[in-house]
C-alpha cells in the first residue's frame, strides 16, 4: 500500500507529530485523532489532495449504496471516479500550482478507517518526494472531472444525497462561513 502526504513545502525532510489546525468533533473514543500525529492519504483517494493547500473543494463520488438517481442527476453517463468541485476565484491558482506529494512509509501507520486517511504518532521521514504541476491534468488522468463554480455554497445539499461528499478547506470558501 502506498501512502502520501501533500505540502506546498519542498524541504521536508521529517514530518513530526501535531495536533490538527482546527480541532473536529470526533466520536467518542476518537478524540485523539485531534492529537499530535502525522496524516498520509492513501493512494486510491490521493486525489483528494491534488490542490493548492487552501484552496476550497468539495469532492463526490458514488458508493456501493449511492442511488440510481443521485449516480444520474451528478454523473450522468460521464463514467468519472469522482467529481471535484472548485471556486472560480481558485481557478488560476489550481491551474498555476505547484505541490509536493512525499511518498511515505507505511509501518508506522494507522488507517483511521474514514476515506483513506492514515496516522501515525511518530515521526516520519518521507522515502521520496514529487513534485507536482498540471494539477487539472493530475486529476484527470486519475478519472476526476474538475467543475468550476462560483461558489461552493449552493452544493451543501450534496451530504444530503446517497453520494459521498468530501469537502475540504471549506472555511476558505466565499460566504460558507455565513452559510453555516
Same mark, same amino acid.
Given at each position: 500500500?502506498?501512502?502520501?502526504?501533500?505540502?506546498?513545502?519542498?524541504?521536508?525532510?521529517?514530518?513530526?507529530?501535531?495536533?490538527?489546525?482546527?480541532?473536529?468533533?470526533?466520536?467518542?473514543?476518537?478524540?485523539?485523532?485531534?492529537?499530535?500525529?502525522?496524516?498520509?492519504?492513501?493512494?486510491?483517494?490521493?486525489?483528494?489532495? =491534488?490542490?493548492? @493547500?487552501?484552496?476550497?473543494?468539495?469532492?463526490?463520488? *458514488?458508493?456501493?449504496?449511492?442511488?440510481? %438517481?443521485? !449516480?444520474?442527476?451528478?454523473?450522468?453517463?460521464?463514467?468519472?471516479?469522482?467529481?471535484?468541485?472548485?471556486?472560480?476565484?481558485?481557478?488560476?491558482?489550481?491551474?498555476?500550482?505547484?505541490?509536493?506529494?512525499?511518498?511515505?512509509?507505511?509501518?508506522?501507520?494507522?488507517?483511521?478507517?474514514?476515506?483513506?486517511?492514515?496516522?501515525?504518532?511518530?515521526?516520519?521521514?518521507?522515502?521520496?518526494?514529487?513534485?507536482?504541476?498540471?494539477?487539472?491534468?493530475? =486529476?484527470?488522468? @486519475?478519472?476526476?472531472?474538475?467543475?468550476?463554480?462560483? *461558489?461552493?455554497?449552493?452544493?451543501?445539499? %450534496?451530504? !444530503?444525497?446517497?453520494?459521498?461528499?468530501?469537502?475540504?478547506?471549506?472555511?476558505?470558501?466565499?460566504?460558507?462561513?455565513?452559510?453555516?
Amino acid at each position: 500500500m502506498r501512502l502520501f502526504h501533500f505540502s506546498d513545502d519542498p524541504d521536508i525532510g521529517s514530518f513530526e507529530p501535531r495536533p490538527v489546525r482546527v480541532p473536529a468533533a470526533r466520536p467518542p473514543g476518537q478524540e485523539w485523532l485531534n492529537g499530535p500525529l502525522v496524516w498520509a492519504i492513501d493512494e486510491a483517494h490521493e486525489h483528494l489532495y =491534488l490542490f493548492p @493547500r487552501e484552496c476550497p473543494r468539495i469532492l463526490i463520488w *458514488s458508493t456501493p449504496t449511492t442511488s440510481k %438517481l443521485d !449516480r444520474d442527476e451528478w454523473f450522468g453517463d460521464r463514467p468519472h471516479k469522482a467529481i471535484a468541485f472548485v471556486e472560480r476565484a481558485w481557478l488560476e491558482r489550481l491551474e498555476a500550482g505547484l505541490i509536493y506529494r512525499y511518498e511515505m512509509p507505511s509501518a508506522s501507520f494507522r488507517d483511521v478507517e474514514d476515506v483513506g486517511m492514515w496516522v501515525s504518532p511518530q515521526s516520519v521521514r518521507p522515502s521520496r518526494i514529487e513534485a507536482l504541476s498540471s494539477l487539472p491534468r493530475a =486529476l484527470e488522468s @486519475r478519472n476526476v472531472e474538475l467543475r468550476v463554480v462560483d *461558489s461552493l455554497v449552493p452544493l451543501k445539499g %450534496l451530504w !444530503r444525497t446517497s453520494l459521498h461528499a468530501s469537502g475540504i478547506r471549506l472555511r476558505n470558501a466565499q460566504g460558507w462561513a455565513a452559510q453555516s
